[in-house]
């Protein structure tokens, strides 16, 4: 027979237990039948004890316990002693999909099979429920509502069918940026591929919200709103322009002392431009020279949505010139994808290319030197994974990435070096490499903070050249070093790094920066690396001033104060 009250029992019992607590504050509630449990509690009012016993019949029915006898044993001014009997456990006979189509249930992973001739149970009736919303809601529906309808009850079986009321279909309007951010709409529309005239979707708002979070040069003035008019939903973008586009430099002007009566210039330059024009176009240049024959120059740019698609392209050169041993390039283009809201995935193609600098003395060898020229050609996969609160500068959650490389390298015999030291060894081999790290931000209060980063990596070749190697030491990796102090073929350090912050972007820190890096091209033993010290970051009003003091100890470095490191710097934004 129809049992379409059958779902108003719970009202039913609600009713009645609200005028069974008004008067007692003491509960024994006894369970029997298909669960026998006795429990005794003591409530300091009413209200807690009827959301105690509301709670119990909720999880019978959960249970598929739909039809529970209650009784009351005792009932006083401050007592009440309750007796419920589960009755049956209700079964399905079966569970049609009713008038929800069946690609709305494959896509929303809902299989019918769960409910025929098994036991009832509401939780998987709510989990179904959840689903079919939430694909309907993806799909221009916000506004469906799913229940059970042609109930049918026969002893304690159950057979019913599902009800889907779509309601209105919504398309998404035009986003609306109500902060003073320059950002063009056209590009976020793009970007977070929400498009005028597509049917509405709740999870690429979810997303476009977290995404906007993951961009450095955006920040929220307030909280997103939706509004839905005319069939139609709007989303409105209260988000601001952040001024981290930075020139910095020093230079500096010394004695040059092998060329009498003329000056060495060295120094610093750096300029990271983004968001430009508002189109979330990047660009990069970073040059130092600290000595009369070392310097390194990196020019890199990011073009996001290359030709109106979700695939973004970057490119980059890097140039690094060490004192008078060798000379490396590095050309890289890679092409990224989001594929979700914090996950990041790009494939690159690089070419790494290094020669000597000198040819003086190479005809009198007799091995190889421990850098050469060489032609690297590689392909590889870089993985980013955001769970950060702000990307910019981070107070809690976390960062991880990892970068995998294989190619083919081509060693270039120097003709400065006598042929003979190249008889016996293959010219052309597979190497490859692996790179990560992993970044975690405690937060404990306004004020203190932890930082932490463990990163690691390895490359491996049967021919590995000194020029091959990683570069590690200074600011960004493991202090209390010189910039590129150290060659690593195999390398893991971790740093920790307490904070104390007395402004919004303001800190003071103490750092323990611990290492184990190895070096098989030189043969050296296994440097277990350490560096302590202290430091700050004070944000002004028109950048940030950063100064760091750090005692480094490795195998070539004693853990002295007389040779103490000073990293400091001062980064102008605007």
């Keep these: 027979m129809k049992s379409t009250l059958l779902f108003l029992l719970p009202l039913f019992f609600l009713v009645c237990f609200q005028s069974f607590s008004q008067g007692g504050k003491w509960l024994k509630l006894e369970t029997k039948g298909g669960l026998n449990l006795v429990e005794e509690q003591v409530f300091s009012d009413s209200l807690a004890k009827a959301a105690f016993i509301r709670t119990r019949f909720q999880e019978l029915y959960q249970l598929g316990y739909l039809d529970p006898i209650q009784s009351v044993l005792l009932q006083s001014k401050d007592s009440l002693w309750l007796s419920v009997d589960t009755g049956k456990k209700f079964e399905w006979v079966t569970l049609r999909q009713g008038n929800v189509e069946p690609v709305v249930l494959v896509k929303a992973g809902a299989d019918m099979k769960r409910f025929n001739q098994k036991p009832f149970d509401y939780r998987q009736v709510y989990r179904l429920f959840e689903s079919i919303i939430k694909e309907s809601e993806n799909k221009g529906y916000p ?16 057979s019913a069918a599902l009800n889907l009321d779509l309601g209105p279909f919504i398309t998404f309007d035009t986003l609306k940026v109500t902060g003073d951010s320059k950002t063009k709409p056209k590009f976020l529309s793009n970007f977070l591929q929400i498009r005028p005239g597509e049917p509405f979707s709740q ?21 997103p709103e939706l509004s839905f008019q005319n069939e139609e939903a709007t989303l409105y973008l209260p988000i601001n322009d952040r001024r981290i586009n930075s020139i910095d430099g020093i230079i500096g002007f010394l004695p040059n002392e092998l060329e009498g009566g003329r000056l060495l ?17 990047n660009y990069e240049l970073h040059w130092q020279r600290f000595n009369q024959f070392s310097q390194n120059l990196k020019v890199a740019a990011f073009e996001p949505m290359l030709l109106g698609s979700m695939i973004d392209m970057g490119v ?20 990224g994808y989001r594929f979700n809201s914090d996950g990041y995935l790009k494939f690159f193609i690089r070419r790494q290319a290094g020669d000597l600098l000198t040819s003086s003395g190479l005809s009198e060898i007799t091995a190889l030197p421990e850098a050469g020229d060489f032609r690297f050609n590689n392909y590889g996969l870089n993985y980013a994974h955001y769970w950060l609160d702000d990307v910019f500068f981070p107070r809690r959650g976390a960062f991880a990435e990892l970068e995998f490389a294989i190619g083919n390298k081509n ?28 970044e975690k931000h405690f937060y404990f209060n306004q004020q203190w903070g932890l930082f ?29 070093f010189n910039e590129n102090f150290f060659f690593a073929n195999n390398y893991v350090y971790l740093n920790v790094e307490p904070r104390f912050y007395f402004d919004t972007y303001s800190y003071f820190m103490i750092f323990a920066d611990m290492g184990r890096l190895e070096n098989n091209v030189q043969g050296l033993p296994v440097d277990n690396t350490f ?44």
Excluded: C
């Design 316 to 335: 980059s050169f890097s140039l690094l010139k060490e004192d008078t041993t060798f000379l490396n390039r590095d050309f890289r283009l890679s092409f």
């Design 203 to 223: 999870r690429k708002v979810q997303n476009g919200i977290q995404q906007i979070r993951n961009l450095p040069y955006l920040r929220w003035s307030g909280e």
């Design 143 to 158: 506004f469906a509502a799913v229940k059970l309808d042609s109930l049918e009850r026969d002893g304690n079986r159950i």
């Design 265 to 281: 210039v060295t120094g610093q330059f750096d300029v990271m431009l983004h968001n430009l024009g508002g189109s979330g176009r």
């Design 531 to 574: 560096s302590a010290g202290m430091g700050f970051s004070l944000e002004t009003g028109n950048g940030i001033f950063s100064f760091v003091y750090g005692l480094g100890g490795s195998n070539v470095q004693d853990f002295a104060f007389n040779l103490s490191k000073i990293h400091f710097g001062y980064t102008g934004r605007f």
């Design 411 to 438: 060693l270039i015999q120097n003709t400065a070096i006598p042929p003979s030291l190249y008889e016996g060894i293959v010219l052309k081999t597979l190497q490859y490499y692996l790179q990560g790290r992993f």
């Design 452 to 480: 932490t980063r463990l990163s690691g990596g390895f490359v491996q070749n049967e021919n590995l050249l000194l020029n091959d190697l990683f570069r590690l030491g200074g600011l960004q990796s493991v202090r209390g």
